[in-house]
């Protein structure tokens, strides 16, 4: 071969490659997530010791303590049991399993045997080892399996305690039957356990060949059942001229099997008995091979020869065409600082199509190694990748450590790999992790300049801009360049980019906050600022933009925080026109937080206030150069339905949509009004939009029903909220538009995760940590850029996500198994002799006779990619119409089935939605009894004929005494009408008091919730804390004496007396509120009580500032209480004289509002609670200094239904109720003084009275 | 790092001081707590704005926590203290006066400790 250059060539290239690809690997590692199986989660020991996968689906684990089978939700554990009952495992535990072509599971264990399990009889034939039958196991040391041959015999060696004592030996999987042959063997190494390297069954005629030390190679002769000799150690190899003597022999190919020699590797032909093929170390015969001394060799599955020699010499022959490649353990691609050193440490563990996995293993459990590494060794790339323990992943739980034995990696038939190791059981999940996340790093000038991402945008040139609180940047590969502005006299930095814009001539346009408006330099890279006042230089840099638009003329308009709207000419840096808050008298547009903007069909241009204010809508009608104003009335139902505006969209119809921090409203263009969608509780606000065709639109909401689907009718609103899958029902969203992709899915990213929601299927799909996904604040920011990615900003950092990547599905489908049946109320598995003569796993047709009629079926889907997540639909032909909808449940139940025909059937899908079209299914007859037969239903006819003649005479009878009735029943009948109507008007009565009682209620409920949540916050943080306290008693208390610190024990457990006095402290602070809440919604029971006055006001007070604070964020006012202790207790009817206060001072709350909003600046709301205890009497008052209670109307504040708010605000029996409670039920006053303009003041008086004596 | 606590519920001190016992103990963070803005604004009048960082709610009777903050970013000459808003009302007014007025981070709550503790160290 002309090949020694240019494989050096080839190598050096190679080396390069690998240099090169492994610095990109470095920057962009993948990582691989797993998930752990230990005791915890259900295994009976930690030591698991192999594992595999059955025909059917279920992974079976070998542990110490047991032999476990596992269908992606339970651990099913078989313990060693060594009674002889029927089919029960007599093994304590197993070691290496082999699965048997007929679907067996064989396995072993130290000192115990064989055992092998059906699982069409779900049964275990044990083989223990008994020294006393020469056709039994003679060795009761340990016994390890080999492989199954074509005869369906198990290979296996037998040993005794003398470890070089042993036999091998094989089992036929039907019979039974044993047959022992001489066998001696070299100290194993590990890779003899993984590639069976002494026992081999040809690849070509299926002949088996043993390797005895020291090196005769024997072929077994079946009809002589012994071993003969083929070469003896030393002579030389047929087909060559070389003397060598065998170590190793691996199965190869169909054509040729492998053996390792001292010199060479051979391609030995089995039917020939003679070599095709050799490489040697030996430099005078080919220069394949390196002149190392030979380790092992073996043939992957595309065909191709590796061979591993001594100093981390690696070689791949290409068998086909002869050439070769080298690579060099320790250098390039395999260069790492951990894991094993030597190539003889490397061990292959699975193979498929797309590669192998190898891991380098310490052989010994005992000893300490080095930790472990995977090495991926990709086909088609023709490269390895390196993993560490951690599979490059820091949270991954796969264990570090030196002391993990692992003996199997397998990859199941969807791919996941799975490891036994000890200790526990790593399962592959999910298959890698999707969501890459960029963080600024202070030392790293190119990372990007703040965590905080204020907006995203993507350019005409594909460029990718990046506004955060620390300036703008421009995304190029890999890296953020930040872009600094042309400094003038102000060297201020830039802070927070709020808009990036580009205008249709390719200008790209930067708004800020605090420093205005910037224009970009394309060429130097450099913003320079846009002057939007003339001659007002104090302004240049300090005033906030809250957007940049283009009209259809090309002319960019501005909006500027308390300033108004500036508009420069196409093209120009020129303010062509402004529409100023200040002369906000000449054209209409006064709002002052103008940040949604929209040009409708019809060429009008919106603007919407964000703010909690009353400035709103304006539509700009050019003719007139003017604005159209909008606002919310409280009193017109057909007004805008908030002030706040959160965007203004059209729907593919030209519908326009209005969405408010109050709820969403639709303008109709004729009439000039609002239809106002009515959802207060699941749409109090919405956020975003997005159209969804057919006069639909899509909504996300703030703190309500999650997303929403609306229209073409305004009233038909649908939901999608937590119910339907969504992580979280707040996915408030910063823009105004809902991002949507080419496919139709809506991005929802909330404080839970990331939810996607795919609009034709109608469902969810989340990604949490595991995925990488971390969870963001509301109000984030995201764009699709025009590469497909999608990219997520907020206070974290950037996210990227490839859709294309998170979306693949697994395409693998789950098998589908039937597990257990019940009959009446005894559930089938295995086989019981009488209805299943296998398995119900195995059977499809069963016989049950009339009684059998209710019945339930178990079932799963085997497929381990998240099998929380995966999905069942079945039915049963001939009861059930339709399949059921899909869902999580793996049990369907069936009561009376009648007899008949029935068959079950179940169809699973995994958890990325593949279903499993092949179902598995039953069929289920049910014979009738002997009365539903035939010649029963003639004598059932007869009895029929003779019963209807009789009740023909029966009913002739009653038609006449009916009549009668009748008569009588009319005049009954009135008299109940005129009872009924009273009742009815009673009824009203009550419900009114009650709605009342509810009204006031309703404004506590968001008080009390927040009440609520500061002390449970306090309880819960308190109750972790003490939790961590306790850990660090722990482990002072576990050092030794003299190490012990007492002082910070005492403290410790000082802090954790103090921390459960305080969580029973908010405890009880909660619990009252609660109480609280029930006694006030509860009817009076009318029941007097001593009350702590002072507490129940206080409590009053609070809840009545919290329930006006979370309906209204811009309230507030300073509350005064003067308490005098001396009121104490006083007997009354709490949650009635509570009531009355909460009314007081709710009013006046309102009535301070209402003057704030008046006079507003200078003006400081104060309401105020003094008791006083006046000789026989309690005081209670309520003062306020709101604008007072007009003279004409004082006199009638205490009559029902009297208001002075807009209808439908209130019932207006407050204060009468409260008259009635004070005076009636208490005996005591109520009375009002006012002036006006200057407040109002309340008084309840209570009379004290003398304590009922018991 | 001294840290000023703004909250009206008096428990928060204690809450703190045990969560961050491992911090306190090792010197790495000190804590000074007020009841409401008025007493922030008189802590760091008084203390010579020795606070880094401040961590305040919104809703407190009185001055509330957005006043303390515009306070806090208008008035303080040198670098203004890192300000961290914490409210239980987590809507987009809030959110959008915090951010106007110049607030360096919003949370909602209930506080979740080891985030807290995660941005306290990137910001040390």
Known sequence: ?1254 | MKILVVDDEQDVQLLFRQRFRREIRNGELKFAFAFSGEEALQYLEAHNHEAVLILSDINMPGMSGLELLEQIKKNFQKPPPVVMMITAYGDRENYETAMRLGADDFLTKPVEFGVLKEKLKAIL
Not at chain 1, 190 to 203: C, D, S, T
Not at chain 1, 520 to 544: A, C, I, M, W
Not at chain 1, 1151 to 1176: H, L, W
């Open chain 1, 1 to 1254: 071969m002309p090949v020694a250059e240019s494989f050096r060539t080839v190598r050096i290239f190679l080396l390069a490659l690998a240099l090169f690809l492994h610095a990109i690997t470095l920057s962009q590692r993948e990582k691989i997530a797993f998930e752990k199986y230990g005791v915890a989660e259900g295994l009976p020991e930690e030591f698991a010791r192999d594992v595999i996968q059955d025909d059917q689906g279920f992974i079976w684990i070998t542990t110490q303590n047991g032999i476990v089978k596992y269908d992606g939700y339970e651990f099913k554990v078989f313990r060693g049991d060594k009674s002889d009952k029927k089919g029960n495992l007599q093994l304590r535990g197993g070691f290496k399993f082999v699965k048997a072509r007929d679907g067996k599971i064989w396995t072993s264990n130290f000192g115990d045997g064989i055992t092998s399990y059906d699982p069409i009889t779900e049964r275990f034939q044990n083989y223990l080892p008994n020294p006393d039958n020469p056709e039994e196991l003679p060795y009761d040391f340990y016994t390890e399996l080999l492989f199954e041959d074509s005869k369906e015999n198990i290979w296996f060696l037998n040993y005794s305690r003398v470890l070089d004592t042993l036999v091998l030996a094989k089992i036929n999987s039907s019979s039974g039957k044993m047959s022992k042959y001489l066998h001696k063997r070299n100290y194993p190494r590990f890779n003899h356990i993984v590639l069976n390297w002494e026992l081999m069954e040809a690849g070509k005629d299926s002949s088996l060949w043993q390797l005895l030390h020291p090196g005769n190679l024997n072929i077994y002769n079946a009809e002589k059942d012994s071993m003969e000799q083929v070469i003896a150690s030393g002579s030389t190899i047929p087909g060559t001229d070389i003397k060598d003597t065998i170590r190793m022999i691996v199965r190869g190919t169909e054509s040729f099997d492998v053996l390792r020699g001292d010199k060479g590797v051979y391609l030995w032909d089995p039917v020939k008995r003679s070599c095709v093929e050799s490489f040697t170390k030996l430099a005078d015969r080919d220069n394949t091979l390196t002149p190392h001394n030979l380790q092992y060799a073996f043939i992957d599955i595309k065909g191709k020869l590796w061979v591993f020699q001594e100093e981390g010499n690696v070689t791949r022959v290409d068998l086909k065409s002869g050439t070769s490649k080298q690579i060099k353990y320790g250098e390039g691609s395999l260069k790492f600082s951990k894991g094993a050193k030597r190539t003889d440490q490397l061990s292959v563990f699975a193979q498929h199509d797309g590669g192998i996995w190898f891991a380098t293993t310490n052989l010994s459990p005992f000893s300490e190694g080095e930790p472990l590494t995977y090495l991926y060794y990709d086909f088609a790339k023709e490269r390895f990748t390196i993993y560490t323990e951690k599979f490059n992943d820091d949270s991954n739980p796969f264990p570090e450590g030196k002391h993990i034995f692992q003996f199997r990696t397998i990859l199941d038939n969807s791919g996941l790999m799975w490891h036994a190791t000890r200790p526990n059981i790593y399962k592959q999940s999910p298959k890698i992790r999707q969501i890459e996340t960029f963080r600024h790093n202070p030392e790293d000038k190119t990372s990007i300049p703040s965590d905080t991402i204020f907006s995203l945008f993507e350019d005409s040139k594909d460029r990718l801009w990046v506004g955060t609180s620390n300036g703008l940047s421009l995304k190029e590969g890999d890296h953020f360049t930040k872009i600094n502005f042309e400094r003038g006299r102000n060297q201020k930095k830039l802070r927070q980019i709020r808009s990036i814009y580009e205008d249709s001539e390719g200008s790209i346009w930067v708004g800020t906050y605090g420093r205005g408006l910037f224009k970009l330099l394309e060429r130097q890279k450099k913003l320079t600022p846009v002057n939007l006042f003339s001659g007002e230089n104090k302004l240049e840099f300090s005033y906030d933009i809250e957007f940049i638009e283009e009209d259809t003329s090309g002319n960019l308009w501005i909006s500027v925080w308390r300033q108004g709207i500036y508009i420069l000419g196409k093209g120009t840096q020129e303010v062509i026109q402004k529409f100023e808050v200040d002369n906000s008298e000449k054209h209409g547009m006064n709002g002052l937080l103008v940040n949604s903007i929209y040009q409708d069909s019809e060429g009008v241009l919106w603007l919407g206030d964000s703010g909690d204010n009353e400035f709103g809508l304006y539509a700009y009608s050019p003719e007139d150069n003017a604005f159209k104003h909008f606002t919310h009335d409280p009193k017109d139902s057909l007004s805008l339905i908030s002030n706040e505006i959160r965007f203004i969209e059209e729907d593919d119809q030209d519908r326009l949509w209005i969405g408010t921090d109050g709820g969403l409203c639709q303008f109709d263009r004729e009439k000039g009004t609002f239809i106002r969608i009515n959802e207060p509780l699941k749409m109090p606000s919405v956020t975003s939009f997005a159209p969804a065709g057919e006069g639909k639109i899509w909504i996300s909401t703030y703190s309500g029903g999650g997303l929403a689907l609306v229209g073409p009718n305004p009233e038909e609103v649908v939901f999608y909220g937590e119910e339907q899958g969504l992580l979280h029902n707040d996915v408030s969203q910063y823009s105004d538009q809902l991002l949507e992709d080419e496919r139709g899915r809506l991005w929802l990213p909330n404080q839970r995760g990331l939810s996607v929601f795919d609009t034709g299927s109608l469902t969810f799909h989340n990604y949490g940590s595991r995925e990488g996904m971390q969870s963001l604040p509301g109000w984030s920011r995201m764009i699709k850029t025009s590469d497909g990615m999608i990219w997520i900003g907020g206070f974290k950092g950037l996210n990227k996500i490839d859709p294309e990547v998170i979306f693949k599905k697994d395409s693998i489908r789950p098998n589908m198994v039937i597990t257990r049946l019940g009959v009446n109320d005894t559930v089938y598995s295995g086989p019981d002799g009488d209805l299943f003569t296998k398995s119900v796993a195995f059977t499809r047709n069963i016989k049950l006779n009339h009684r059998q009629r209710d019945l339930s079926f178990e079932f799963v889907a085997l497929h381990y990619l998240n099998p929380q997540d995966n999905l069942y639909s079945w039915k049963l032909e001939n009861y059930d119409t339709d399949w059921s909808e899909p869902s999580k449940e793996r049990k369907a139940s069936y009561t009376n089935l009648s007899p008949g025909e029935y068959t079950f059937r179940v169809k699973g899908s995994n958890a990325d939605g593949i279903w499993n079209e092949e179902r598995a299914s039953i069929r289920i007859t049910i014979a009738p009894p002997w009365w539903r037969t035939w010649w029963a239903y003639g004598i059932y006819f007869l009895i029929l004929l003779f019963i209807g003649y009789r009740v023909h005479l029966f009913q002739k009878e009653k038609t006449i005494r009916r009549e009668r009735e009748k008569a009588r029943e009319k005049e009954l009948k009135q008299a109940k009408e005129i009872k009924k109507a009273y009742a009815e008007l009673k009824a009203t009565q009550s419900q009114l008091i009650q709605s009342e009682k509810m009204a006031s209620l309703g404004e506590l409920t968001a008080g009390i919730a927040h009440e609520i949540q500061n002390p449970l916050n306090f309880v819960n943080n308190f109750s972790e804390v003490s939790q961590e306290l306790i850990e660090e008693l722990k482990e002072e208390r576990a050092k030794s004496k003299k190490e012990r610190d007492e002082k910070l024990e005492e403290e410790l457990i000082l802090d954790i007396d103090q921390n459960l006095e305080k969580i029973s402290h908010h405890g009880k602070r909660a619990d009252s509120i609660v109480k609280g809440m029930l006694l006030h919604s509860r009817g009076s029971s009318g029941q007097k009580e001593p009350t702590d006055i002072n507490a129940l006001a206080d409590e009053y007070l609070r809840l009545a500032y919290h329930g006006l604070r979370a309906k209204d964020k811009s309230f507030n006012a300073s509350m005064e209480t003067d308490f005098d202790k001396s009121v104490g207790k006083i007997n009354v009817v709490p949650q009635d004289i509570g009531r009355v206060i909460l009314n007081l001072i709710t009013n006046a709350f309102h009535a301070v509002q209402e003057k704030k909003k008046q006079v507003g600046g200078d003006y400081d709301p104060k309401v105020q609670i003094i008791t006083k205890k006046v000789a026989n009497t309690v005081e209670i008052q309520v003062m306020d200094n709101g604008n007072g209670i007009p003279k004409k109307i004082i006199q009638k504040i205490f009559e029902p239904f009297f208001t002075t708010k807009p209808s439908g605000r209130g019932t207006g029996l407050g204060l009468s109720m409260s008259y009635e409670i004070v005076t009636k039920e208490h005996k005591g006053k109520l009375k009002v003084s006012s002036k006006e303009g200057e407040g109002s003041t309340f008084k309840i008086i209570l009379p004290i009275e003398e304590r009922p004596k018991k």
